[in-house]
């Protein structure tokens, strides 16, 4: 059964740093990789995905993530931090095309000015 | 486009009644797959549906059951409701089943006392 780990519940970073969120997954076989975003009060936002192709995948609001098969990581990075940024991300897994999505526990980001 | 729209936003009922929530999905969009998330268990998916039947089940009693309707609208109900079943429930989206691009509605937070 896939499962996904997300190393640290909590991350904070200055504005301006590097952002890096780390994830992890357990899949039998090479899985659909994706990191969503929370803000308080709102539903999740697709960041970005990766299906096939290259390994690294750039996303919205200037994250990329890159896909890491013999780690069977794919954490998620931005050069540098923004206030706005501050929010819950999660990882989560595909193992086949059709079959549900396995969500991480989520970390959450918190920017210091 | 519209997004996904969820009502209630927010419900508090009492052990052992029971609840419906309800889901409007993006305008074409013919797959409905609904989330619990607690603080404790994360987001835990609970089914998927698609062209009013249920292709993907979670790991989650029968107390929780759900339908899609032929618009795709979907309603989720909670039947002898418990403590437990405090959680923020979230609803998605997408165009096909098991498609990669989800969009998440804001949630209906329910708390039951």
């Known amino acids: 059964a896939q499962s996904v780990t997300q190393l640290g519940s909590h991350v904070s970073v200055s504005e301006g740093a590097l952002v890096l969120l780390r994830c992890n997954y357990s899949?039998?076989?090479?899985?659909?990789l994706f990191w969503y975003v929370q803000y308080p009060n709102q539903g999740l936002q697709l960041l970005l995905k990766y299906t096939t192709g290259a390994t690294l995948v750039k996303g919205i609001n200037g994250f990329e993530a890159e896909f890491k098969k013999s780690e069977t990581s794919f954490h998620l990075t931005k050069p540098s931090a923004h206030m706005s940024d501050a929010a819950e991300y999660f990882c989560?897994?595909?193992?086949?095309?059709?079959?549900?999505?396995?969500f991480g526990p989520g970390t959450r980001l918190s920017v210091l000015p | 486009k519209a997004g996904v729209t969820q009502t209630p936003r927010y419900l508090i009922k009492t052990r052992g009644q029971q609840v419906t929530l309800s889901c409007s999905p993006i305008?074409?969009?013919?797959?409905v797959s609904w989330y619990q998330q607690t603080p404790g268990q994360g987001l835990q998916f609970l089914f998927e549906y698609f062209s009013e039947t249920q292709r993907n089940k979670g790991n989650f009693p029968g107390r929780f059951s759900g339908r899609q309707f032929s618009n795709s609208r979907s309603e989720m109900n909670v039947s002898t409701l418990e403590l437990g079943d405090s959680a923020l429930y979230l609803c998605?989206?997408?165009?096909?089943?098991?498609?990669?691009?989800?969009?998440f509605g804001p949630g209906t937070r329910l708390t039951v006392t």
């Open positions: 899949s039998s076989v090479p899985p659909y």
């Open positions: 989560a897994v595909m193992e086949n095309y059709g079959q549900n999505f396995v």
């Open positions: 998605a989206s997408s165009l096909d089943w098991g498609g990669f691009e989800q969009y």
């Open positions: 305008s074409g969009h013919r797959s």
